[in-house]
């Protein structure tokens, strides 16, 4: 996990409510995080940047394994592959401009969204330039090249595009992906899906024959935004599934107790940042873990 918080990270630098100002004055046991980005690798030398959040430089000294390889510039980032097209998961991108051509694996609408909305892209070209491969999301399988022994499944989910995107009203399947990634030695099988906020049936079969589910923890209640004063949509209109309520994550969950199950994507006013809240010890309870920066899963 290179980053475990919802965009902003923990504290978002503008915001003093809650348990951000608690950390500011350090009279929380919560501890700081930057925006949601993970590396999965084979053989903990190749790589697949999964997102680029605005943190990655960050992120990167501080995780060993994509620091420069021996020679005056490297890195044991093999490839990057986008979820979405949204600013907490792509901006990172100009960070990683001093590099060599980006292989860069997205669904052909966060492509358009990338050269048109919110053209990176066509700014990458003035630099590093960008190696785009399109992500089949009917394809029961594909492999990056870069990043051995891993093999990737994407999976659509409901999702709105950004703000800036050229059909902000009227959604596209590939907007926002889910990503089945099986280690082709062991089998073992993680889906991640960091927006992941309308489970159906078929997300749910995948769930069942998935050894770690790393998922949406963004918000702990539906009106969490509203009722600390800092925002005016709820949840579900910004396509997030909070985990409290009959409906909610923790109860989608509950259905799969043999696997390994873990939030991400945590936003700066979600209680369950708070190792003492009655939240976190609900979601504990519940055999639900919260991920944090450095945190490694290995299956």
Not at 68 to 87: E, F, N
Not at 234 to 249: F, I, R, V, Y
């Amino acid at each position: 996990m290179l980053g475990s918080a919802a965009g902003g990270g923990f504290p978002q630098w503008n915001t003093n409510v809650g348990l951000n100002h608690q950390l500011h004055e350090g009279s929380t046991r919560a501890t700081a995080r930057t925006q949601s980005s993970i590396a999965v690798s084979a053989d903990y030398q190749h790589w697949l940047l999964v997102n680029a959040s605005p943190d990655v430089r960050q992120q990167v000294l501080d995780f060993p394994a994509l620091r420069p390889a021996p020679g005056k510039r490297g890195t044991g980032i093999g490839a990057i592959l986008l979820m979405d097209s949204q600013i907490d998961h792509a901006t990172g991108l100009i960070i990683l401009r001093e590099g060599d051509t980006l292989p860069i694996w997205s669904t052909r609408p966060v492509y358009e969204d990338l050269t048109t909305g919110l053209p990176l892209f066509n700014v990458l070209e003035h630099y590093c330039g960008v190696d785009w491969h399109e992500i089949d999301t009917a394809a029961s399988s594909f492999t990056i090249d870069g990043v051995p022994r891993l093999s990737f499944k994407a999976v659509e989910l409901s999702s709105a595009a950004p703000p800036y995107s050229p059909h902000r009203g009227n959604p596209h399947p590939g907007d926002n992906i889910g990503l089945i990634v099986t280690d082709d030695a062991t089998g073992g099988t993680l889906f991640y899906a960091p927006g992941l906020g309308a489970p159906d049936e078929a997300i749910a079969a995948i769930a069942r024959e998935s050894d770690c589910l790393l998922v949406d923890g963004t918000f702990y209640t539906e009106t969490e935004m509203i009722d600390q004063g800092v925002g005016v949509k709820p949840a579900a209109e910004m396509g997030h599934l909070p985990q409290s309520g009959e409906n909610g994550m923790l109860a989608w969950l509950a259905d799969f107790p043999s696997t390994r199950r873990v939030l991400i994507h945590i936003n700066n006013t979600n209680p369950i940042l708070d190792p003492n809240s009655p939240e976190r010890a609900t979601v504990e309870n519940a055999g639900v873990e919260v991920a944090y920066d450095g945190m490694e899963i290995q299956l």
